[in-house]
């Protein structure tokens, strides 16, 4: 129904004007043949004229308002043709604002309608009769002049209203969507409130009691093992500070295990370390000539690799991986694939880090792919270089 309602509307607003603009040229030289007014006495040549002239005012009228105001006159006083004047007249109330304006329009008309009758008076027979009488001249005052500017005031007001109503529903939209976002505000700082009363606290144990398992453990494999839990859980409760950071919409420092800096290298160097020391045989391959990275890229490098192997430990336990990270003249490419998993249970997952993944990869302008492929998966992405550098 709305739809049907714009496009009444876009049909009007397209063919309005030339529609009316022959409809007026074509009753003003009606109006001065005699069809539907008085006859004038000048050659049809410049009864067409006049007409033709009516009517191309009135399609101007949409930008220009002087030449209706001047055909509206000059129709009148030489072939007491009404349809100009009565388009001026409706003009008028539609777009003159202020009273000087509206006053300057009515001494205007009367002058006109004045002269008028006095043309009539002079020509006398019909045109006298039809325009010069007081009865006759009045009805005319009324039908050129008072009854359009009512109309185009009417609509005017009309307009105002809506367009007053429009403004308050914006208003009142941009106002709810200001508390929504104070309501999310809230809401996000509330979650990060229990994620760390809950995550923090119990990530913070662990690592004490892995570095107390550290310290007093006699075999070296427990040592290491205990050492691995440590960083890791130290490196989760980085991560945790920097999660809830965003949700607290402060800004929270950057830590070098996420990324950051010019060379992602360094960092991708420990996230394979780590998958190794966790049974996962990962090698890495690099193409091209590296050159340092935007810190913005890099972070995004580390953290496609990151999820990719972390993805790799849950659904392919032991499977033979491969880092790649190629670079491009005009970007970087990191990908990381895995073959089949020929150990262990799959742990499950939520199914969102890809999601996020790939948002993270687009946002920089991007493309991320990831798959099965040679029964195994890959995680490739795209990255460009020259608008973040």
């Not at 539907?36 to 007409?51: D, I, K």
Request: charged share 20%; aromatic share 4%.
């Amino acid at each position: 129904m709305a739809s049907t309602a714009v496009v009444v509307r876009r049909v009007v607003d397209r063919y309005a004007s030339p529609t009316l603009a022959v409809v007026v040229a074509g009753a003003v030289w009606a109006s001065g043949s005699g069809a539907v007014g008085v006859r004038s006495p000048l050659p049809s040549g410049l009864v067409l004229l006049l007409a033709l002239a009516s009517g191309w005012a009135v399609w101007a009228s949409r930008t220009r308002r002087w030449p209706v105001f001047l055909a509206a006159a000059v129709g009148w006083l030489v072939l007491a043709a009404w349809p100009a004047g009565v388009v001026a007249s409706y003009q008028a109330g539609l777009r003159l604002r202020g009273r000087r304006a509206m006053t300057a329009y009515l001494a205007g008309a009367a002058l006109v309608m004045t002269a008028g009758v006095l043309v009539g008076l002079a020509v006398g027979g019909l045109r006298q009769i039809t325009t010069a009488t007081p009865a006759n001249a009045a009805a005319m005052a009324a039908w050129l002049v008072a009854f359009p500017m009512v109309a185009g005031l009417l609509v005017r007001s009309r307009r105002d209203v809506l367009t007053a109503l429009r403004d308050r529903a914006e208003r009142v939209e941009c106002e709810q969507e200001a508390r929504a976002d104070r309501v999310r505000a809230e809401e996000r700082a509330r979650i990060a409130r229990e994620m760390h009363d809950v995550v923090a606290h119990r990530v913070s144990l662990m690592v004490v009691h892995a570095g107390a398992l550290e310290v007093t453990a006699t075999e070296r494999a427990t040592v290491e093992a205990a050492a691995l839990i440590r960083s890791t859980g130290r490196q989760a409760l980085t991560d945790l500070r920097e999660v809830l950071g965003v949700l607290r919409q402060t800004p929270v420092a950057r830590s070098a295990d996420s990324g950051s800096g010019d060379d992602p290298l360094r960092g991708l160097d420990e996230l394979i370390r780590e998958s190794r020391a966790a049974g996962l045989p990962v090698r890495r391959r690099d193409e091209g000539d590296p050159r340092p990275l935007p810190a913005t890229v890099s972070r995004t490098v580390y953290r496609v690799v990151r999820e990719a192997l972390t993805n790799v430990r849950k659904h392919a336990p032991a499977a033979e991986t491969t880092v790649c990270l190629r670079h491009l003249a005009d970007g970087v490419e990191v990908a990381v694939r895995n073959g089949p998993s020929v150990a262990g249970p799959a742990l499950p997952g939520a199914g969102l880090g890809l999601l996020g993944l790939q948002e993270r990869v687009e946002l920089l302008g991007g493309r991320l792919e990831a798959g099965p492929a040679d029964d195994g998966f890959i995680v490739r992405a795209l990255l460009p270089v020259a608008e973040w550098s």
